[in-house]
């Protein structure tokens, strides 16, 4: 970005404005600059667009013409195939329970009933240590299987709760460090060793697209520090379907139309598992202006995150293994119908399966009468921005609810077929 | 419909089935926790963003079992 000379962020007096749609103003920039024949500000808006929006239709066009990448999907309407998917889609997920419990039959390996019991009873206890009332109180009423370490018969897939607690730790202990570098940049924004503008800065290397956005976000810390009046006063109470109303005022077939059934995994980790080789991240985050600070903390990014797939895989790889096991352990565990606690083989560990009911306000609007929808709705304090910054002041509202804050987005480089 | 595309369209039908929250087109948040995950498409290609920012999933829409990958990765991100 820094040197191309534009900036969706400046209006046409160079004054700083946030674009409701910032690809759309980049869109009608560059059309507007080819109508005018000014080639050479269309060109620095072409820069901008490969260098800041490598993702969107116009960037991934710009980039197919100039480097060869493949093209991206210009906005349209769902072709019969994607249609096909869509529709797809929601029957999967109204069923995704259900689903699992027809695919959950497992052999166990190593089944031991009375390890599984006191895993549960020392998770238990780890829970209450801890003072975590909410997953003590799931654990106490849980089932146990007999064992973690199970084969799925329908695809002879296998699982291992221990490695997927392993697995677990390692990726929380990787967000740790990756979070260290973003603290680091955080640091030389609240600094202003990184200017506001441009809010948007790419690294691109062999090993991916690294890039750093600086946008607004609510400052939670600050939020929280807030006495209790004065978040009252920027309350207000908005109406919200209420699950325990519709339990108690709906027939059994009017509330099954409008909730839907999910299973929540929980991890207990009473004993961490040792993770060897997390590198260690760059957090002396350097540089002589903003470019240079903001390429410096994309440069440590890029270099913790290789670091990282040397020694753990990618984070795709990652994903997809994490994904997997969860899956299997889910279907397990979905015929079962109630709390379920999978033990691992060390003390106190173990992850939890329980069910959730979501109550749909879309399946709400849609089958029940007005009248029923009044039945069951109740009103819910919710915070109101105007309220906010009425209470707060400019400035205050500006600190909590609109902090310049940095995020990440890390693309990896797409393997060629 | 006409100026959505696939990626925000399976979002918006995971949130209308219950699933999780649309806190902006394509966009999802779990109902508990930090859980997040950002769908975007490029041609055939439905990319997921966890709740860092990283890729850690694509799913062409040619592939036999995309709905199950796609809806394994977000049960999995968005914890349901």
Redesign the interface.
């Known amino acids: 970005m820094a040197g191309t000379g534009y900036n969706p962020y400046r209006d046409a007096d160079g004054k700083f404005s946030r674009p409701q749609d910032v690809g759309q103003k980049v869109e009608n920039d560059l059309q507007e600059a080819y109508a005018a024949g000014d080639f050479q500000s269309a060109q620095a808006i072409e820069a901008y667009a490969m260098d800041n929006m490598p993702e969107s239709a116009l960037g991934q066009s710009l980039l197919e013409q100039n480097f060869g990448t493949a093209p991206a999907a210009k906005r349209k309407e769902l072709s019969p195939r994607e249609k096909a998917l869509k529709d797809r889609n929601v029957d999967l997920a109204r069923q995704i329970v259900e689903i699992r419990a027809s695919n959950g039959d497992v052999t166990f390996d190593d089944a031991n009933p009375g390890r599984a019991r006191r895993r549960l009873a020392e998770a238990i206890e780890y829970a209450e240590s801890r003072s975590n009332t909410n997953l003590a109180t799931k654990l106490s009423s849980a089932k146990v299987l007999p064992s973690g370490a199970f084969q799925r018969k329908s695809d002879k897939l296998r699982v291992n709760t221990d490695a997927v607690i392993k697995n677990y730790v390692a990726e929380k202990s990787i967000e740790a460090g990756r979070a260290r570098i973003q603290e680091a940049i955080q640091a030389k924004i609240d600094s202003g060793d990184i200017a506001l503008t441009p809010e948007k800065y790419t690294h691109r290397d062999d090993s991916g697209t690294y890039t750093l956005t600086i946008g607004p976000a609510m400052d939670e810390e600050a939020f929280e520090a807030l006495s209790d009046s004065v978040k009252k006063q920027m309350t207000v109470e908005r109406p919200s379907v209420s699950l325990d109303l519709a339990r108690e005022k709906l027939t059994a077939e009017q509330f099954a139309a409008v909730t839907n059934d999910q299973q929540v995994m929980d991890f207990v980790v009473g004993k961490r598992p040792q993770i060897d080789g997390l590198p260690e991240p760059r957090t002396e985050i350097t540089g002589a202006d903003s470019n240079e600070v903001a390429m410096d903390g994309l440069k440590s990014l890029s270099s913790y995150t290789q670091s990282v797939e040397a020694n753990f895989g990618s984070k795709a790889d990652r994903a997809a293994k994490k994904s997997e096991d969860a899956e299997i352990i889910k279907s397990a565990v979905a015929e079962r119908g109630q709390n379920t606690f999978v033990p691992g083989r060390a003390y106190a560990n173990g992850t939890l399966l329980s069910n959730r009911t979501v109550i749909v306000k879309k399946q709400v609007e849609d089958q029940l009468s007005p009248a029923q929808i009044r039945s069951i709705t109740v009103k819910a304090p919710s915070i109101d921005l105007d309220k906010a910054k009425a209470v707060l002041g400019p400035v205050r509202y500006a600190q909590i609810f609109e902090r310049p804050t940095a995020s990440f987005r890390v693309t990896p480089k797409r393997k060629k077929a | 419909?006409?100026?959505?595309?696939?990626a925000e369209?399976?979002a918006a039908?995971?949130a209308?089935?219950?699933?999780a929250e649309l806190v902006a087109p394509g966009i999802l948040k779990a109902?508990?926790g930090d859980g997040l995950a950002e769908l975007?498409?490029?041609?055939?290609?439905v990319?997921v963003?966890?709740h860092?920012?990283?890729?850690?999933?694509?799913f062409n829409?040619?592939d036999e079992d995309?709905?199950?990958s796609?809806?394994?990765?977000l049960?999995?991100?968005l914890?349901?």
Do not use: C, K, P
């Open positions: 419909m006409a100026t959505q595309n696939l369209a399976l039908d995971i209308d089935v219950g699933l109902h508990e975007q498409q490029e041609g055939d290609v990319r963003y966890d860092s920012g990283d890729a850690i999933a694509e829409t040619a995309f709905n199950e796609f809806l394994r990765t049960a999995t991100e914890n349901f």
